[in-house]
């Protein structure tokens, strides 16, 4: 599918990629009280876990060397000394949250995610969630996931993972071509990335995701194609197809190339397109933004009974109206609130070290926010939003941009509703800016988002 030049020129500005509303720029508590936190979270607890459970998101942000693509929160050292202080932090955070709730809670899914969970040793590893699970009940459909890179990831991690219940593992490929890998600091041989993949499904790891990228330097169409063409022969069960995020005045690691080494707005959407093309030639549906599946895996079958849910840790078939987050910079979405911990490590680990949690930024969900938000989950998630007569908070310049998206062939819009195109699949978060009220009362000059195509 080739996409209209001016849809691109027009489409292709900064955009947020919304895995929560209101989004972290338009967060309203600079230093967020930690009692009235505890208070949401208690709130939300008490109501949603007995029915749902709860999930819980560890970070996990050491690695050995900088990629320098890369835009999470990370620590670079080779000193893996820091495993033990580190860990004893997070499980402190989490006696906090412990002695908050009025029941033991129930977990609905875990992730790994960071850095490089696989920094840790596998000893490591199972003291953290052998203590995370010894305070907390298993969900009769607990989950266990963690990120994994392919250099370093063994077969004692993945045996330690599998026997804490762990079934499925995502691996960090972005890109096979050796100087694309050479530029970003990420040097892994397909052998490498097969290996891996091998021993996880040897072990019993039932789900495999690989992590893919679109508009890294260096990338041409043949070599996203053909990076594509090698990772499908090993069947991964979902790809995640992501858009690079040129932010250096973020993660000055960037900086380590320029701009004129990215491909062009025309070009990189190119990239994708021809990306996308091979990997639905090849049995992956296209589930939501950037995210590809193949039909027995379960994040296709939610798509299909649309119940496909999306948090900070992206794209899910859990649905819970609580994640807690644990770690330095980890965020936590507590339904009425958000809350996001100290990015630096020293920070997160004073501040728990005393007894504290160690949060920073916050908001409190206005009855605004809230059907924002739902709105928000409905297009990523559902490709669609209904209603049964023309709701209140639909304004007329809501209904204009609609229009117009209707006669760009991005979306379909009715009386009751609309729904995307495929071609619309591409404009996603640009349509999600529609009804994005903060985003348009408080434009900012500076620039918060990567660019949306």
Request: net charge negative.
């Amino acid at each position: 599918m080739k996409i209209p030049e001016e849809l691109i020129e027009k489409y292709n500005v900064p955009a947020p990629r919304y895995t929560s509303y209101p989004t972290v720029p338009y967060w309203e508590e600079e230093k967020l009280n930690e009692s009235d936190w505890l208070s949401v979270v208690k709130q939300t607890f008490n109501e949603s876990n007995q029915t749902q459970g709860i999930s819980l998101y560890v970070h996990l942000p050491y690695c050995e060397s900088l990629c320098t693509y890369c835009a999470c929160n990370t620590r670079i050292t080779k000193n893996h000394a820091v495993e033990d202080t580190y860990i004893n932090a997070v499980l402190a955070e989490w006696d906090i949250y412990i002695k908050t709730f009025e029941q033991t809670p129930i977990l609905r899914e875990v992730h790994l995610g960071g850095g490089t969970p696989t920094f840790f040793s596998p000893e490591n590893l199972n003291k953290l969630l052998s203590q995370i699970y010894s305070k907390s009940l298993l969900h009769p459909l607990f989950e266990c996931s963690f990120e994994g890179h392919p250099n370093n990831t063994n077969l004692d991690h993945l045996e330690v993972l599998y026997n804490l219940g762990s079934r499925r593992v995502s691996f960090g490929v972005q890109d096979l071509n050796f100087k694309v890998q050479k530029t970003i600091n990420r040097v892994q041989p397909f052998e490498n990335v097969l290996k891996a993949t091998e021993d996880a499904r040897k072990i019993g790891f039932k789900s495999v995701n690989f992590d893919l990228i679109y508009g890294l330097p260096f990338q041409t169409v043949t070599s996203v194609k053909d990076t594509i063409a090698s990772v499908i022969q090993l069947k991964p069960e979902r790809i995640a197809f992501y858009s690079y995020a040129h932010v250096p005045w973020k993660r000055p690691g960037q900086r380590a190339y320029t701009e004129a080494d990215l491909p062009d707005n025309s070009y990189k959407r190119e990239l994708y397109e021809e990306g996308k093309k091979l990997l639905t030639d090849n049995g992956y549906i296209d589930v939501g933004m950037d995210h590809f599946a193949l039909p027995n895996d379960p994040l296709y079958k939610a798509y299909q009974t649309k119940s496909m849910h999306r948090n900070f840790m992206g794209y899910t078939h859990a649905t819970t109206d609580l994640l807690i987050g644990l770690g330095s910079s980890a965020v936590s979405d507590a339904k009425y609130a958000y809350a996001q911990n100290a990015k630096h490590v020293e920070d997160y680990k004073e501040k728990i070290g005393n007894g504290k949690l160690a949060l920073e930024k916050g908001h409190f969900l206005s009855d605004e926010d809230l059907l924002m938000r739902k709105i928000m989950l409905e297009i990523t998630c559902n490709g669609e939003l209904c209603w049964t007569s023309t709701p209140n908070w639909l304004t007329l310049n809501m209904l204009i941009q609609l229009n117009t998206m209707h006669e760009e062939g991005l979306l379909r819009l009715y009386p009751t509703g609309f729904r995307l195109t495929d071609l619309g699949m591409a404009f996603l978060r640009n349509i999600c800016m529609v009804f994005d009220k903060r985003l348009t009362e408080f434009k900012s000059e500076q620039q918060m988002f990567s660019k949306a195509i």
